[in-house]
T-cell receptor
């Protein structure tokens, strides 16, 4: 079955702009989590969505937001971009929050560069 | 706050050598997972260990879950260049709805 699909794979923005990233989970998976990965901080949890509701949120400023649609697809948005937002943004899906032993299935990520 | 600490952070070895990566916490985890991430890709699940003392083997990779379920190790025998990548341990934080938290990762480079 198809894996997690993230678009776009690469993008370059300038400071002050905003960006929207998209994630389509594995068919049948209803939980979507977003992580930010940087060399210095590793994988940092952004938020988790299930049934169109945000279940968990990490310690990121309000410029980071997300949503989930009825078909489980999710988007995240970052407004007023800063240089420090340059990172690989990873989306991961699972059947449901806390299902089984919590394994996540990751997409290939969206590489954001802020100039 | 549950934290996972991995060591070493970086490892550069020659093909054919053995290595062990450690994942430690002061907290008990109901399970731990190991992922491998190659450059430009997302992490891919290698294994999940659930029972204290459990040992799982995946070809040349051996995973062990500590008896107290606070630590785990990954041992690679006769490493190959194809083993190069970032190895991440992760565990569910049930104080925060089961969200998966990750260690900082071990970056492994295996030179031919």
């Amino acid at each position: 079955k198809a894996g997690v699909t993230q678009t776009p794979r690469y993008l370059i923005k300038t400071r002050g702009q905003q960006v929207t990233l998209s994630c389509s989970p594995i068919s049948g998976h209803r939980s979507v989590s977003w992580y930010q990965q940087t060399p210095g901080q590793g994988l940092q949890f952004l938020f988790e969505y299930f049934s169109e509701t945000q279940r968990n949120k990490g310690n990121f400023p309000g410029r980071f937001s997300g949503r989930q649609f009825s078909n489980s697809r999710s988007e995240m948005n970052v407004s007023t971009l800063e240089l420090g937002d340059s990172a690989l943004y990873l989306c991961a899906s699972s059947l449901a929050p806390g299902s089984g032993t919590g394994e996540l299935f990751f997409g290939e990520g969206s590489r954001l560069t802020v100039l | 706050t549950q934290l996972l600490e991995q060591s070493p952070q970086f490892l550069s070895i020659q093909e054919g050598e053995n290595l062990t990566v450690y994942c430690n916490s002061s907290s008990v985890f109901s399970s731990l997972q190991w992922y491998r991430q190659e450059p430009g890709e997302g992490p891919v699940l290698l294994v999940t260990v659930v029972t204290g003392g459990e040992v799982k083997k995946l070809k040349r990779l051996t995973f062990q879950f500590g008896d107290a379920r606070k630590d785990s190790s990954l041992h690679i025998t006769a490493a190959q260049p194809g083993d190069t990548g970032l190895y991440l341990c992760a565990g569910p934080n049930y104080n925060q709805g089961g969200k998966l938290i990750f260690g900082q990762g071990t970056e492994l480079s295996v030179k031919p």
